[in-house]
């Protein structure tokens, strides 16, 4: 045969035969020069059942090799169904990952908001009952349950917000030279108290990496939160950066539990925490937010054992190659 086309007739289309009415058929596949867009138009036709019929030209066919014709027929029809089927669960999956994602968002505001709203709340009502008499440091004491209570919902809201920017392809990148050391230093700030427990070995050689600074910084705050409560009491957490090659490498380092091989990429999944009932509270938002935040950035994060026991976390980024050492941020940070 000279050419082949496998036909399906419209939906709601009467079956008369393969040779029906002049209706326009679609062309689903086809082989060959000038095939044939209709039955009617082909040497021979073979109808495949559910609506499908193959054209060919060329000569016309006996019985015997109409039978092996048909055999083929019914080969591409069931081929057709299995990409409509592959189809199918490829559009079906994202709705999947949609209702996932709703149930955990549910789940993180039923408790981790709730938690840190109701202790606020508690503090609050607490300096204003009216038959209280507090004396200063526990108003002082008050106060401060209330504002590290609202500063945990406006982070947890935050990395909400940021998660759903990133899957939306519309969060707002400002990328330049940026001195690592500098964003350290400012996540470190925003640790408050905690980054005590942090030590800091950043030679005044490294070189700038590209990168948007408070996007790193939000990185580097998540990265060593963690660190810092995996930590045991006598091992800080470390964080250093390198050159290597075209890229900068900032290392957050922990002598905690660490993380088994196996659970190294489902860390990273919304939601997901490592350990049980045991662990320290979060939502399991951070890795997740950190990952994305890098990989914006041109960059990687991975997962690596510390020597001697704990959890490495490598933040790969291009570096800026002639751009000065210790040079200013491509955005300012927020005071």
């Given at each position: 045969?000279?050419?082949?086309?496998?036909?399906?007739?419209?939906?709601?289309?009467?079956?008369?035969?393969?040779?029906?009415?002049?209706?326009?058929?679609?062309?689903?596949?086809?082989?060959?020069?000038?095939?044939?867009?209709?039955?009617?138009?082909?040497?021979?036709?073979?109808?495949?059942?559910?609506?499908?019929?193959?054209?060919?030209?060329?000569?016309?066919?006996?019985?015997?090799?109409?039978?092996?014709?048909?055999?083929?027929?019914?080969?591409?029809?069931?081929?057709?169904?299995?990409?409509?089927?592959?189809?199918?669960?490829?559009?079906?999956?994202?709705?999947?990952?949609?209702?996932?994602?709703?149930?955990?968002?549910?789940?993180?505001?039923?408790?981790?908001?709730?938690?840190?709203?109701?202790?606020?709340?508690?503090?609050?009502?607490?300096?204003?009952?009216?038959?209280?008499t507090w004396k200063p440091e526990q108003v002082r004491e008050l106060a401060a349950s209330a504002y590290d209570s609202l500063d945990q919902v406006t982070r947890l809201?935050?990395?909400?917000?940021?998660?759903?920017?990133?899957?939306?392809?519309?969060?707002?990148?400002?990328?330049?030279?940026?001195?690592?050391?500098?964003?350290?230093?400012?996540?470190?700030?925003?640790?408050?108290?905690?980054?005590?427990?942090?030590?800091?070995?950043?030679?005044?050689?490294?070189?700038?990496?590209?990168?948007?600074?408070?996007?790193?910084?939000?990185?580097?705050?998540?990265?060593?939160?963690?660190?810092?409560?995996?930590?045991?009491?006598?091992?800080?957490?470390?964080?250093?950066?390198?050159?290597?090659?075209?890229?900068?490498?900032?290392?957050?380092?922990?002598?905690?539990?660490?993380?088994?091989?196996?659970?190294?990429?489902?860390?990273?999944?919304?939601?997901?925490?490592?350990?049980?009932?045991?662990?320290?509270?979060?939502?399991?938002?951070?890795?997740?937010?950190?990952?994305?935040?890098?990989?914006?950035?041109?960059?990687?994060?991975?997962?690596?054992?510390?020597?001697?026991?704990?959890?490495?976390?490598?933040?790969?980024?291009?570096?800026?190659?002639?751009?000065?050492?210790?040079?200013?941020?491509?955005?300012?940070?927020?005071?």
């Open positions: 045969m000279t050419s082949a086309t496998l036909l399906q007739r419209p939906t709601g289309a009467a079956d008369t035969g393969s040779r029906g009415p002049a209706y326009t058929w679609a062309i689903v596949g086809s082989a060959g020069p000038a095939p044939p867009a209709r039955p009617e138009d082909a040497d021979v036709d073979v109808d495949v059942g559910d609506g499908f019929c193959l054209a060919l030209r060329g000569h016309p066919l006996p019985a015997d090799e109409r039978r092996i014709l048909s055999a083929f027929a019914a080969q591409a029809a069931v081929t057709v169904e299995q990409r409509r089927l592959a189809e199918a669960a490829a559009a079906a999956e994202p709705i999947a990952e949609a209702g996932k994602m709703r149930a955990a968002l549910l789940a993180t505001a039923d408790h981790d908001l709730h938690t840190p709203l109701d202790a606020a709340k508690e503090a609050v009502g607490g300096l204003r009952a009216s038959d209280a809201v935050d990395n909400l917000l940021d998660l759903s920017r990133l899957q939306a392809g519309e969060l707002p990148l400002r990328s330049g030279p940026t001195d690592v050391a500098d964003v350290v230093a400012h996540a470190l700030a925003s640790l408050g108290a905690s980054a005590a427990q942090v030590r800091v070995m950043i030679p005044a050689a490294t070189p700038p990496a590209v990168a948007d600074p408070a996007l790193l910084e939000r990185v580097l705050v998540n990265l060593l939160s963690n660190a810092i409560r995996y930590s045991p009491a006598d091992s800080p957490a470390t964080v250093t950066a390198s050159a290597l090659g075209d890229r900068v490498e900032l290392r957050i380092i922990d002598q905690g539990p660490g993380v088994s091989q196996t659970d190294r990429d489902r860390i990273f999944a919304p939601f997901q925490r490592q350990g049980g009932e045991s662990t320290p509270p979060g939502t399991g938002l951070g890795l997740a937010l950190s990952r994305g935040l890098t990989e914006a950035m041109q960059g990687t994060l991975t997962p690596e054992e510390t020597p001697g026991g704990g959890l490495t976390m490598v933040v790969s980024l291009p570096a800026a190659g002639s751009v000065p050492a210790r040079a200013a941020p491509a955005a300012p940070f927020p005071a």
